[in-house]
């Protein structure tokens, strides 16, 4: 059955050429011409109960088989017409019709629906295809861009977001296969006006000439038989005409055009009352009885309409009632309310218009940029960033909230723009004092005819909309740790296994679960060490998880193996200065560990802690001074502890072990943090 559909098409085309082609008697160019009349019907009742023009989405091929059917008909008409003078029931039945025993009434008749045909439907159809394929083309980056917003703030899936691409294609398509098909139709047109003209003169010559006949009765048969042969066929071409420009004028709508035409024209009874009020004036001014009718009419249906407004508006109060008294007592009206966003940012109504598009907000797309710089800086699949106003927060005011709680909050001022002193600036500017939120340095905001001068004495000047993504990028780094869960290393995994199936395969789940896993990579993360290297990271586990399950220590041989990426990333140049630690410090450290079978942790002295961190605080001051980058080394053994030791006091500290260094990277210890 297949493989008959996929030849039926090369059939039906084939058979439509042998038309043109092999002698055709009369009675089954009358099943022909029959067929063809159903068929334009079937075509435009379909195009008026479509809902959307996707919904024939093969209209396009479908007008060019019906053309060259249509054309393929007339052809063989004109050849019986001319050889022998009839052309079956059909065609001598609507060219006696529509002459009704006049000649000339029905040459007139035939032309005025010749010249509709052409000047009116045909052009009007071609044009609006034209157009129709321009805006649908210029309309596709926003629409991408509008499904990729709907995406990053939530509120369609993935696969919606494929789907709507996919339509947005079709529809493409589809606008710019008819914008050509449309042609096929005005040639018709203009091909069905020739071959009148030929018929009728050829008619006359082979009728007087090769026939004998008088010029009277040759000109009356062959006239009437080109009238109902045009009529034939382009009854069909208005119909299939009318079709395509329903098609091609159809916006997207939940209901079929009859529908549509119902709702939107009788929906106003005032339109009504005021139409009827017309007719009455008319009617007194001319003939009464069809206006006064008229009028009448108008007035039952507005006073009907009016009515059933009424009964519509009591009858949706009592549903909206009864659905909000049902909806309290539904036990599972509460689980909606469970649901936790990983990452929430909240502003006021006045940082609305950075995230409307329609307004020129680009926010939406700095979510977008933030996920990506993330998944390339640190490997880390960032999740949906929820985006939504919030009316109790001052209106210039933002936060930022992970799993639900505040974690930071921000004010901006609009029409300004943030100057920070990057250290080069050569003299003050005058301007609000303030503080930037994403790195707590002291900044001024400034006025847009300020940026210039700012930016020429060495300021570092940023937007609003930037200030917002700078905070957000930073927020989400410092709790990559938290926003990885099981669910996202899944997804990570997976895409590993797809090229390097046989690591997954060793590893997951005979020596590692999912959830250790995981806990070494948020050790990584929350240090700032990049995952992107998933290769990497799970042969390293491959080889040492087998010794032990212990994910400090795991965490540290994947430290180990990603040693180069670390280096890169801490250690800008070949050349570099470090703190190291005393001995008897690391030694001090290691007699403090304790383990248990929920992990290891240190039991130091107070006062030992103090000293330490007061040796510790000195040695950064040094290098500080020096506008160098703070980085503690450490044996393999003690650099957790001491990293875990220090993450309160001196928050982002940079604690390296001596196996994770580059061979090519020399190092000089400028300073010894010592007990």
Not at 56 to 84: G, H, Q
Not at 88 to 97: D, K, P, T, W
Not at 167 to 172: D, G, M, P, T, V
Request: net charge negative.
């Amino acid at each position: 059955m297949a493989r008959f559909g996929d030849m039926f098409i090369a059939v039906l085309i084939v058979a439509i050429v042998l038309i043109i082609i092999l002698p055709i008697p009369s009675i089954v160019l009358d099943i022909l011409l029959a067929i063809n009349i159903a068929l334009s019907v079937i075509i435009l009742l379909n195009a008026i109960y479509a809902k959307t023009a996707l919904e024939l989405s093969i209209f396009p091929s479908l007008l060019l088989i019906t053309t060259l059917y249509r054309l393929s008909l007339n052809i063989t008409a004109a050849k019986l017409v001319l050889a022998e003078g009839e052309a079956g029931q059909v065609i001598a039945g609507f060219g006696a019709f529509v002459a009704g025993g006049n000649l000339v009434v029905g040459f007139i008749v035939f032309l005025i629906i010749m010249i509709v045909q052409f000047m009116v439907i045909t052009k009007g159809s071609e044009r609006v295809s034209e157009v129709a394929a321009r805006f649908t083309l210029d309309a596709m980056p926003g629409k991408q861009m509008a499904i990729d917003a709907d995406l990053n703030s939530g509120l369609i899936n993935e696969t919606e977001a494929k789907e709507r691409r996919r339509n947005i294609q079709r529809e493409a398509d589809f606008y710019g296969a008819m914008d050509g098909a449309s042609k096929f139709v005005k040639g018709d047109a203009v091909a069905g006006i020739l071959i009148t003209f030929i018929n009728i003169i050829g008619g006359l010559i082979i009728g007087m000439v090769m026939r004998g006949e008088e010029i009277s009765a040759a000109f009356t048969n062959y006239t009437i038989l080109t009238i109902g042969d045009g009529l034939v066929s382009q009854i069909p071409a208005l119909l299939i005409s009318t079709a395509t420009g329903i098609i091609v004028t159809k916006a997207a709508s939940d209901a079929n055009l009859s529908q549509d035409l119902l709702k939107q024209i009788f929906r106003n009874p005032k339109v009504l009352f005021l139409a009827a009020g017309l007719c009455i004036i008319l009617g007194l001014f001319l003939d009464p009885i069809p206006f006064f009718v008229l009028s009448a009419s108008l007035v039952f249906i507005g006073y009907t309409l009016l009515k059933q407004q009424k009964q519509d508006e009591k009858l949706e109060e009592v549903q909206v009632q009864e659905s909000e008294v049902e909806e309290i007592r539904k036990p599972e009206n509460v689980i909606t309310l469970l649901q936790v966003d990983p990452i929430e940012l909240e502003f006021g109504y006045g940082i609305i218009p950075l995230a409307d598009v329609n307004q020129g907000g680009d926010l939406l797309d700095r979510v977008v940029m933030i996920r990506r710089q993330l998944a390339l800086e640190l490997g880390m699949i960032v999740p949906i960033i929820r985006l939504r106003d919030n009316i109790q927060l001052n209106p210039n005011e933002y936060v930022i909230k992970i799993k639900g709680v505040e974690i930071s909050k921000g004010d901006l001022m609009f029409d300004h723009f943030m100057a920070m002193n990057s250290g080069l600036a050569e003299e003050d500017i005058d301007g609000i004092k303030t503080i930037e939120p994403a790195f707590g340095l002291p900044a001024i905001w400034i006025s847009e005819s300020q940026r210039d001068r700012a930016e020429m004495l060495g300021y570092t000047v940023v937007d609003p909309p930037s200030i917002i993504a700078t905070h957000l990028t930073e927020i989400i780094k410092k709790y990559a740790h938290e926003l990885t869960g099981r669910q996202e290393v899944q997804t990570l995994i997976d895409n590993v296994k797809q090229s390097y199936p046989a690591i997954v395969d060793e590893l997951i789940p005979k020596v590692m679960t999912i959830g250790e896993i995981q806990k070494v990579l948020a050790n990584l993360l929350k240090e700032g060490v990049s995952i992107r290297d998933m290769v990497t990271i799970l042969e390293t586990l491959a080889d040492y998880a087998p010794v032990t399950h212990d994910p400090d220590m795991l965490t540290e041989y994947v430290r180990q193996g990603l040693g180069r990426a670390i280096t890169k990333k801490f250690i800008y140049d070949t050349k570099s200065n470090v703190i190291t630690l005393d001995p008897k410090l690391e030694q001090v450290i290691m007699d403090s560990v304790q383990r248990t079978e929920h992990g290891s942790y240190l039991t130091l002295e107070p006062e030992t802690t103090n000293r330490i961190l007061s040796n510790l605080s000195k040695q950064l001051q040094r290098l500080l001074q020096l506008g160098q980058q703070p980085v503690i080394l450490a044996s393999p053994i003690v650099r957790l502890y001491f990293k875990r030791l220090t993450e309160q006091s001196v928050p982002g500290l940079v604690v390296l072990s001596y196996n994770e260094l580059d061979p090519n990277v020399e190092i000089q210890s400028v300073g010894m943090v010592s007990v």
